[in-house]
């Protein structure tokens, strides 16, 4: 499983506080390492950043992130907005030495997709195709996933190998429909049996949005969707639980030979105290 870990992002906040926030307005370099260190250190393979909420001052943060994180760990990074601007600033301060880039995200909205397929392009990256279009985010899971079809042939028409792409089938709190979650568990299902080659990832914290103990929510929505064949979460890292039933659950599908990663995971002390 693909590990890309959320905590560096602006719109988080800690008891209240934007504190990702202000660390980033203040250029405090030691904040942003220690968070990328800590989601390397519990297994990320890519480090997520976004500052979306900064506006105006998007592509210079985003720049200086990149570099930070970079100098913080050895691990690639997740660009995560839909800014052309503050993408191209940051793939161009990027060390491709640290890993193939992962661009998050195009969608099938015309402009975005036309602004952002050069990028994926000239950078070799990998993306995330979010399942929208000019018409928002459709709540029937038919549409979605033609939606997902679409962005799926367009990409490799254009270019980019089906090995690259992640979709993200989106979804709704379960708070808003009782039909939610099982909807983008068929469009996963789906997705996984006509493109075997292609990647599914998912922002696996939305499900729970307005609910209590919502981690207990999330960890059950990442099991679901892992059944059906997501290889690829934004997840929080430092979720020890949520890691080691990352791990329990790709060794019981068969994706972990001799349950090395699992016996490993376990040597290393990952499953202490659960
Ligand atoms: N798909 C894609 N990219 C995404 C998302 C997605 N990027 C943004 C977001 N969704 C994923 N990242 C975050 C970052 C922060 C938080 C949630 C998702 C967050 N969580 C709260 C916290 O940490 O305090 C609450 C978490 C909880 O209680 O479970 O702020 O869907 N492609």
């Known amino acids: 499983m693909l590990i890309v870990g959320e905590r560096i992002n602006t719109s988080r906040k800690v008891k209240g506080e934007s504190v990702i926030e202000n660390a980033v307005v203040n250029r405090d370099a030691e904040f942003v390492k220690d968070l990328a260190k800590k989601q390397f250190e519990a297994g990320a393979t890519y480090i997520d ?7 105006s001052g998007e592509p210079e943060a985003m720049e200086w992130l990149t570099k930070v994180v970079m100098e913080a760990v050895d691990a690639p990074i997740s ?8 993408l191209s600033l940051a793939l161009a301060a990027y060390d491709p030495s640290k890993g193939q880039p992962l661009i998050n995200s195009i969608t099938a909205e015309s402009e975005r997709y036309n602004n952002i397929l050069p ?7 990998k993306i995330i195709a979010l399942a929208m279009d000019d018409t928002g985010i459709q709540s029937d899971p038919g549409k979605r996933l033609s939606v997902a079809r679409k962005l799926i042939n367009d990409l490799t ?11 993200d089938p989106l979804t709704f709190p379960i708070g808003t429909g009782s039909d939610v979650a099982v909807s983008m568990l068929d469009i996963i299902e789906k997705i996984r049996a006509e493109f ?7 922002g696996l914290s939305n499900v729970s949005h307005g609910l209590p103990a919502r981690k207990l929510l999330n960890q059950a929505m990442t099991v679901l969707c892992m059944g059906k064949g997501l290889d690829a979460g934004i997840v929080d890292p430092n979720d020890k639980y949520l890691m080691a039933l990352i791990a329990s659950t790709e060794a019981l599908l ?4 001799y349950c090395m990663n699992y016996i490993t995971l376990s040597r290393e002390g990952k499953f202490e105290g659960i």
């Open 119 to 125: 990028l994926v392009l000239q950078y070799k990256a």
């Open 157 to 167: 028409a254009a270019g980019v190998a089906a090995s690259d792409i992640y979709v």
């Open 79 to 86: 660009f995560d907005t839909p800014n052309g601007a503050a």
């Open 196 to 202: 075997p080659e292609a990647h599914i990832i998912a």
């Open 254 to 257: 068969g994706r972990d030979d």
């Open 49 to 55: 950043i976004n500052c979306g909420t900064l506006i």
